[in-house]
């Protein structure tokens, strides 16, 4: 993808103050000053041990991807204080305890070395097991989570199953069963109709339907409990000249960007962030500053709403198939 130019990061940095400063999350934290952004840290965790995505992957001669350059920009501006890191070794236990959102942009299990598969896994360090346990432990007693495109394709269970949920639930991955979704795969490249749930809660009451060109990914074992905001069209995914979607798609209407209580914690996914274009706009912004600030203990806590909002999702998941980068 192509670097921002000088003018498009103002413009870009520009939209993302005047939507910070729009936005209802705003109002609501100026009304609520306890509860408000200052004083709260975002850790921004952007290892790649499996396939390496350019919104995380500094370009020669910088430090950060633009994905990265983007949120810590947003965040300081909303009054966060925003570290981000690549090292495993940052989940020290005085680290987590320090932290009130953790946002990942990761892939492939943290806990091992850079993968083989793809040229420019980081070879930083990984996490522990213990330090994964810890970290778990803490968004339940309460913290906050914010998942971006790749999280879910991060600590895959071991049996990476094509139904929606295993009947027991056991054979998750604890970090999956946390988050609330796991990619499946994704096809092309496309333009699809993405439907607002709830009129966005709890995000801005404004959202409406949009069309976006993404980097669609499929998502199988489903928390029950999620809290579903966006529903990915699968109807609006293109068609070959036989009339069949790509195999991912083949699928009733999924959550594309949700919320859930993970008991005292709070955890937000959206599968949104692949492109450039996508994180310049504002839409985009909105979703993810949005979902940060609710999972930063602003707003009220939701319920489960997996069922009315995608009805049928279970009988129609997508069948067996390779999974595609």
Same mark, same amino acid.
């Given at each position: 993808?192509?670097?921002?130019?000088?003018?498009?990061?103002?413009?870009?940095?520009?939209?993302?103050?005047?939507?910070?400063?729009?936005?209802?999350?705003?109002?609501?934290?100026?009304?609520?000053?306890? %509860?408000?952004?200052?004083?709260?840290?975002?850790?921004?965790?952007?290892?790649?041990?499996?396939?390496?995505?350019?919104?995380?992957?500094?370009?020669?001669?910088?430090?950060?991807?633009?994905?990265?350059?983007?949120?810590?920009?947003?965040?300081?501006?909303?009054?966060?204080? !925003?570290?981000?890191?690549?090292?495993?070794?940052?989940?020290?236990?005085?680290?987590?305890?320090?932290?009130?959102?953790?946002?990942?942009?990761?892939?492939?299990?943290?806990?091992?070395?850079?993968?083989?598969?793809?040229?420019?896994?980081?070879?930083?360090?990984?996490?522990?097991?213990?330090?994964?346990?810890?970290?778990?432990?803490?968004?339940?007693?309460?913290?906050?989570?914010?998942?971006?495109? %790749?999280?879910?394709?991060?600590?895959?269970?071991?049996?990476?199953?094509? !139904?929606?949920?295993?009947?027991?639930?056991?054979?998750?991955?604890?970090?999956?069963?946390?988050?609330?979704?796991?990619?499946?795969?994704?096809?092309?490249?496309?333009?699809?109709?993405?439907?607002?749930?709830?009129?966005?809660?709890?995000?801005?009451?404004?959202?409406?339907?949009?069309?976006?060109?993404?980097?669609?990914? %499929?998502?199988?074992?489903?928390?029950?409990?999620?809290?579903?905001?966006?529903?990915?069209?699968?109807? %609006?995914?293109?068609?070959?000249?036989?009339?069949?979607?790509?195999?991912?798609?083949?699928?009733?209407?999924?959550?594309?960007?949700?919320?859930?209580?993970?008991?005292?914690?709070?955890?937000?996914?959206?599968?949104?962030?692949?492109?450039?274009?996508?994180?310049?706009?504002?839409?985009?912004?909105?979703?993810?500053?949005?979902?940060?600030?609710?999972?930063?203990?602003?707003?009220?806590? !939701?319920?489960?709403?997996?069922?009315?909002?995608?009805?049928?999702?279970?009988?129609?998941?997508?069948?067996?198939?390779?999974?595609?980068?």
């Amino acid at each position: 993808m192509k670097r921002l130019s000088r003018r498009m990061m103002l413009k870009t940095v520009g939209a993302g103050a005047a939507l910070v400063a729009a936005s209802p999350w705003t109002r609501l934290l100026k009304a609520e000053p306890a %509860s408000a952004a200052a004083g709260k840290r975002i850790l921004f965790f952007t290892r790649s041990q499996d396939f390496p995505h350019a919104a995380v992957t500094p370009a020669r001669g910088e430090t950060l991807g633009f994905g990265e350059k983007l949120l810590k920009m947003w965040g300081e501006q909303a009054g966060y204080a !925003v570290d981000i890191s690549k090292d495993g070794t940052i989940f020290t236990p005085e680290r987590i305890a320090a932290t009130d959102v953790f946002v990942f942009y990761t892939t492939g299990d943290l806990t091992q070395p850079a993968g083989t598969r793809f040229k420019g896994s980081d070879t930083t360090p990984a996490m522990t097991p213990e330090a994964k346990a810890a970290l778990l432990k803490a968004i339940a007693d309460g913290k906050g989570f914010v998942g971006i495109h %790749s999280a879910t394709d991060t600590f895959h269970s071991k049996t990476h199953d094509r !139904v929606v949920r295993s009947a027991s639930g056991n054979e998750v991955d604890p970090y999956i069963a946390m988050l609330g979704g796991e990619f499946l795969g994704h096809g092309s490249q496309q333009m699809a109709d993405i439907r607002v749930v709830d009129g966005g809660a709890p995000l801005a009451s404004d959202l409406k339907n949009f069309q976006m060109n993404e980097e669609w990914y %499929s998502l199988v074992n489903l928390a029950p409990d999620l809290h579903v905001i966006l529903v990915q069209e699968t109807g %609006s995914m293109k068609k070959n000249a036989a009339g069949k979607r790509e195999w991912q798609y083949q699928r009733a209407p999924y959550p594309e960007t949700w919320a859930r209580q993970h008991a005292r914690g709070r955890v937000f996914y959206t599968s949104m962030g692949h492109r450039q274009d996508v994180w310049e706009s504002d839409i985009f912004q909105k979703v993810l500053m949005g979902g940060i600030a609710w999972a930063a203990g602003n707003g009220p806590a !939701v319920q489960g709403n997996l069922a009315e909002a995608c009805p049928g999702l279970e009988q129609r998941s997508p069948t067996s198939a390779p999974s595609p980068r």
